[in-house]
C-alpha cells in the first residue's frame, strides 16, 4: 500500500553544486560547437605557434624560437577563452535575454560566474594539450615545476574570466564584440607573447609588466623556458586581477 505523499512534488531548488555544474557542462558545450569561438581560442593560437616558430618573422633571441614561443601562446591561449570569447559570448547572451532568465532561477549571479569559469579551465584542458602536442612536434622543450605552470594557469584564468564577465555584464553587447577583439589585438602585441618586452622602451615596460597578459607569458616563459623556480612576483600581479577582476564583476554585473 502507497503511502500517502509518496507521489506529491516536493518543490525546491536543486543543491547548488549541482546546479553549478549542470550550468558548467551546458556553457561547455556552447562554446565547443560555436565555430567563431572554436577560431578564436583554438584555431588563431596555433597558427601563430607554427607560423612564428618555424619562420623567422620576430627576433626572439637566443635559443630555440618555439621555446620563447610555446609559452606566449599557452598565456594567449587563456586570454582568447577567458577574456576574449567568454566577454562576447556572455555579451550577446545578456542580450538576447538568455541571462534574464537565468536571474529568475535559483542559480545566483555568483553561481553562474563559477559556472562560466568551470567551462573555460575545461576548454583551457583541451587548449593547452593541443599547444603542447603541436610545440613538441616542432622541437620544443619544456623545463621547470608543473606545479608552478599550474598555478600560473589557474591565477591567469580566474584574472581574465572576472575581466570578461566585468565587461560583458556592464557594456552593450556590440560594444563588448569592438572592445574585446581590440583588447585583445593589443595584447597580442603588447603583452609578451610574440613580441618579447625587452624590445619596448624602458617607461613602457614597467608598464606592460604589470598586465595580467605578460604576468602569465612571461611567468610560464620563466619555468618552461628557463627552469626558475616558483614565479611570486607573476603569482601576485595574476592574484591582484583576479580578485579585483571577479569582485567588481560580481558587484557591477547586470542581468539585462
Avoid: C
Avoid at 543543491?15 to 577560431?39: D, F, S, W
Avoid at 622602451?201 to 604589470?210: I, M
Wanted: hydrophobic content about 55%; aromatic content about 6%.
Amino acid at each position: 500500500m502507497t503511502a500517502t505523499g509518496t507521489y506529491s512534488p516536493k518543490p525546491g531548488a536543486a543543491p547548488l553544486t549541482r546546479m553549478i555544474a549542470a550550468q558548467a557542462v551546458l556553457e561547455t558545450k556552447m562554446l565547443l560547437r560555436n565555430g567563431e569561438q572554436l577560431l578564436l581560442t583554438v584555431i588563431i593560437p596555433t597558427l601563430l605557434l607554427v607560423l612564428f616558430g618555424t619562420v623567422d618573422v620576430v627576433d626572439l633571441g637566443e635559443g630555440e624560437a618555439v621555446d620563447f614561443l610555446a609559452p606566449g601562446i599557452l598565456a594567449l591561449a587563456v586570454m582568447s577563452t577567458a577574456f576574449t570569447g567568454q566577454a562576447i559570448a556572455t555579451g550577446f547572451e545578456r542580450r538576447y535575454g538568455v541571462l534574464k532568465r537565468l536571474a529568475a532561477s535559483p542559480l545566483p549571479r555568483w553561481g553562474l560566474m563559477a559556472a562560466k569559469t568551470l567551462s573555460v579551465l575545461v576548454t583551457e584542458v583541451l587548449q593547452v594539450l593541443l599547444v603542447t602536442v603541436i610545440a613538441l612536434a616542432i622541437g620544443w622543450s619544456p623545463q621547470g615545476d608543473p606545479v608552478s605552470v599550474f598555478l600560473l594557469l589557474v591565477l591567469g584564468t580566474a584574472a581574465f574570466s572576472g575581466l570578461g564577465l566585468l565587461m560583458a555584464g556592464t557594456l552593450k553587447a556590440e560594444a563588448t564584440l569592438a572592445a574585446a577583439n581590440l583588447v585583445f589585438l593589443l595584447l597580442l602585441v603588447g603583452g609578451g607573447v610574440i613580441v618579447p618586452l625587452d624590445r619596448f622602451p624602458d617607461a613602457a615596460q614597467a608598464v606592460l609588466g604589470l598586465l595580467p597578459i605578460s604576468a602569465l607569458s612571461e611567468g610560464l616563459r620563466d619555468v618552461l623556458q628557463h627552469g626558475a623556480g616558483m614565479p611570486w612576483g607573476n603569482l601576485g600581479v595574476l592574484a591582484v586581477w583576479a580578485v579585483a577582476g571577479l569582485a567588481a564583476a560580481g558587484r557591477f554585473f547586470r542581468w539585462e
